[in-house]
Structures are given as C-alpha cells and as structure tokens.
Nanobody
C-alpha cells in the first residue's frame, strides 16, 4: 500500500503563491503517475494537473495553464504543486493521487489518494 499525505495549504490572498506537497510512504512514488485534483464546496472533484512517472510530461486542467506547475523529487518521495497568481475561485480542498499505469485526468483511474489539504484564497 501507498500512503499519500498532502500539506502546504492555507489561507492566502488573491495573487499569492502556494506550494503544495504530496509525500508518499509505503512505496516509491518514482514509478507512479501522480495527479492533483481539487474539490470546492458544492462542486465535483476536478483535475488540476499531473506528472508522469518519468517526470517528462504533464498536462493541465485549463484553469491551471500559465499559473500552476508540477514537479517531483524522487529522492524525497514527494510531488509538488506550485500555484501562482491564486484566485478566489481556486479555493478548494486539493488532493493528490497516484496510479501505476498512466497519467490521467480521470479520478477513477487513480489507486491511492491522500486526505487533502485546504486552500482558501481571499479577495
């Protein structure tokens, strides 16, 4: 089993930046694709962006383009979501998830999930 723990969320102002961390234990995350999802109150969970196991490719939810980036540190067994120019509509619980097969924007393709970290952006 793999356990994923997100951290780095908090309350920030519009225009600020945050770096979310997704720390894995139990298995090496280096051979897994990792995706970030978010869920705002009253809304469905949506894909943010992800990184393939080799780290060489990512693709984005449309709202993340130009503002969010993703990176991984296999030595630390951690994947990071870097968020810039945050907007109030980015307010949500952010989850990371891992799967062994493919990088996907479909939540059901992911095997392991973290508990989430709250991001709140004030205007």
């Amino acid at each position: 089993q793999m356990q994923l723990v997100e951290s780095g969320g908090g309350l920030v102002q519009a225009g600020d930046s945050l770096r979310l961390s997704c720390a894995a234990t139990g298995r090496s995350v280096s051979t897994y694709a990792v995706g970030w999802f978010r869920q705002a109150p009253g809304k469905e969970r949506e894909y943010v962006m992800g990184i393939a196991w080799e780290g060489g490719s990512t693709f984005y939810g449309d709202f993340a383009k130009g503002r969010f980036t993703i990176s991984r540190d296999n030595a630390e067994n951690t994947v990071y979501l870097h968020m810039n120019s945050l907007k109030p509509e980015d307010t949500a619980i952010y989850y990371c998830a891992a799967n062994r097969l493919i990088l996907s924007d479909v939540a059901s393709d992911y095997t392991f999930w973290g508990q989430g970290t709250q991001v709140t952006v004030s205007s």
